[in-house]
């Protein structure tokens, strides 16, 4: 039979085992936390085309080939569930670096969670800012207030919830450490200069406005 080349080979499923090929490279190493870890790759694999921008044209979709990731470990640092292998993609010039790729992404959580707090307790995109100069000032300040907590983590006493366990100092959270923060200010003194006086303001003169605040173009993601 005649036809149209096959643009795809064969399909490579990750829930089927009878599908894998044999992997490219496979690499293993012994964590602590998770025990043994194990890796399997599989380059030249492409995902399925769903979209392109132009569609309707009759045109072939591209293939954007990379390599396919199985992490396998031993156990999770809580031993309370069952782990499950986790499937990544690569795409890039280079080969992956297969320990360095697992080193960051067990960092993705603590990098999450550091987020998470800035946000939602140090306040960090509360503020709305008028100029990028600004949101650079306070993020900075926000970051240089998550340092002092964690600087203080073995300066205080844990005040824990009702329903919180104990911890030890040297594994108190930043969200602990501000709780029991104030008992830091009467120890540390007057860290501020005394105020000068300068006498009262004339405030802005009569008949005169303020000028429209300068617009600035939002950041907008491209197609």
């Known amino acids: 039979m005649r036809g149209r080349p096959r643009r795809h080979g064969a399909q490579f499923v990750c829930d089927d085992p009878a599908t894998w090929p044999a992997p490219t490279s496979q690499w293993s190493a012994a964590d602590g936390p998770y025990g043994g870890v194990r890796l399997q790759c599989w380059s030249g694999l492409h995902a399925i085309p769903q979209r392109h921008a132009k569609r309707g044209t009759r ?84 970051i240089l207030a998550y340092v002092q907590l964690r600087l203080a983590q073995s300066l205080v006493v844990d005040h824990r919830l009702p329903w919180q366990p104990p911890l030890p100092s040297e ?40 000028r429209p605040a300068k617009r600035i173009p939002a950041v907008k993601l491209t197609a």
């Not at 959270?173 to 029991?180: C, G, K, N, Q």
Request: with cysteine.
């Open 59 to 142: 045109q072939g979709r591209p293939i954007i080939r990379g390599t396919l990731l199985r992490w396998e470990v031993e156990h999770l640092p809580k031993r309370t569930k069952v782990p499950v292998p986790l499937w990544l993609w690569w795409w890039g010039p280079d080969p992956p670096d297969r320990e360095m790729i697992w080193r960051v992404y067990i960092a993705r959580f603590s990098s999450e969670h550091t987020f998470r707090f800035l946000q939602q307790t140090l306040k960090w995109t509360t503020p709305k800012l008028r100029s990028p100069d600004s949101a650079d000032r306070w993020t900075w300040l926000v």
């Open 171 to 210: 594994k108190l959270t930043p969200a602990r450490v501000r709780r029991a923060f104030s008992q830091l200010l009467p120890t540390l003194g007057c860290l501020a200069c005394p105020p000068k006086p300068c006498g009262h303001s004339p405030g802005r003169p009569k008949g005169r406005r303020s």
